[in-house]
Nanobody
Framework: QVQVDESGGGTVQAGDSLRLSCQVS????????TGWFRQAPGKEREFVAR????????NVADAVKGRFSISRVVAENTVYLQMTNLKPEDTAVYVC???????????????WGQGTQVTVAT
């Protein structure tokens, strides 16, 4: 059984930085790719960033490119989403997910965390 747990959300001011953590347990981390998604009220879940099981390949969505980055510490089975220069439109529930497939589509992810709220105040 794979378990995904996020942490690190909170309320910040516009322009601040925040780092989210995602720990994938129950299975060797390198076997699963990890993605971050977010969902704002009234909007569909959208892809934010993904990283390969070994950590060697990663990419982020155009909406956050240049501000967000994703990294992985394989030995800790932990993936980090570093968010800088946060904007009010980044306000959402951020959810971490793991998959055997390399995809930006939520439907391709098998294991999901509960999500962590990020609120960016003006």
């Amino acid at each position: 059984q794979v378990q995904v747990d996020e942490s690190g959300g909170g309320t910040v001011q516009a322009g601040d930085s925040l780092r989210l953590s995602c720990q994938v347990s129950g299975r060797t981390g390198s076997e699963l790719h990890t993605g971050w998604f977010r969902q704002a009220p009234g909007k569909e879940r959208e892809f934010v960033a993904r990283i390969s099981g070994g950590g060697g390949v990663q990419n982020v969505a155009d909406a956050v490119k240049g501000r967000f980055s994703i990294s992985r510490v394989v030995a800790e089975n932990t993936v980090y989403l570093q968010m800088t220069n946060l904007k009010p439109e980044d306000t959402a529930v951020y959810v971490c997910a793991a998959s055997r497939l390399w995809s930006i589509l939520p439907a391709r992810y098998d294991y999901w965390g509960q999500g962590t709220q990020v609120t960016v105040a003006t």
